[in-house]
């Protein structure tokens, strides 16, 4: 019922979203070279697969840009006397896109060496088969509460 000089009551509908970055929830997509893990080992084998021609899929995982994006100053990186990591991570991938990789946010959860091609499991329920995968998953910083780590 509409009462004289009130808009009808909104309707609520709720829609079903089964894509993240464009890629549908629980498809399979086959590539060349996988590559988990994106600091910059796996930028790098992004940059050089892409230039190969090989149309690599490279899964960020939970850190994009690895330690680097919690690091100040780096200084012992050809290519600039200063910069500070984040800014970095952000340049690596821009120009591992550049060439040609597809980056992907999401987490992979399993994967598969035993049978080709390979399988690995995202978070998101995608499933990436791989002719090649490259573990670029890097490491992680374990702090021992000493106050030079602050």
């Known amino acids: 019922m509409q009462r004289a000089g009130l808009s009808p009551a ?9 894509t993240i970055q464009g890629i549908v929830m629980g ?4 590539t060349k070279v996988l590559i ?8 790098t084998a992004a940059v050089y697969s892409a230039r190969a021609m090989l149309q690599p ?8 840009g690895g330690q ?5 100053e780096v200084e012992n990186w ?11 991570m952000v ?4 120009h591992a896109e550049a060439m040609g990789a597809e980056v992907i946010s999401d987490y992979i959860t399993s994967l598969d060496l035993q049978n080709r ?11 990436y088969t791989a002719d090649a995968v490259i573990l670029a998953t890097g490491a992680q910083a374990k702090w021992l509460g000493l106050p030079s780590e602050e």
């Not at 909104?10 to 089964?18: F, G, L, V």
């Not at 340049?91 to 821009?94: D, L, R, T, W, Y």
């Not at 091609?117 to 499933?127: I, Y």
């Open 57 to 64: 899929i490279l899964v960020q995982g939970l850190q994009p």
């Open 91 to 94: 340049n690596m991938q821009a």
């Open 117 to 127: 091609p390979f399988t690995a499991t995202a978070d998101s329920g995608t499933t």
């Open 27 to 30: 498809e399979t997509r086959h």
């Open 78 to 88: 050809p290519g600039e006397k200063h910069i500070q990591g984040p800014d970095l």
């Open 10 to 18: 909104p309707t609520i509908a709720y829609i079903q979203c089964d």
């Open 36 to 43: 988990i893990g994106s600091g910059p080992a796996g930028y």
């Open 68 to 72: 680097l994006t919690i690091t100040t």
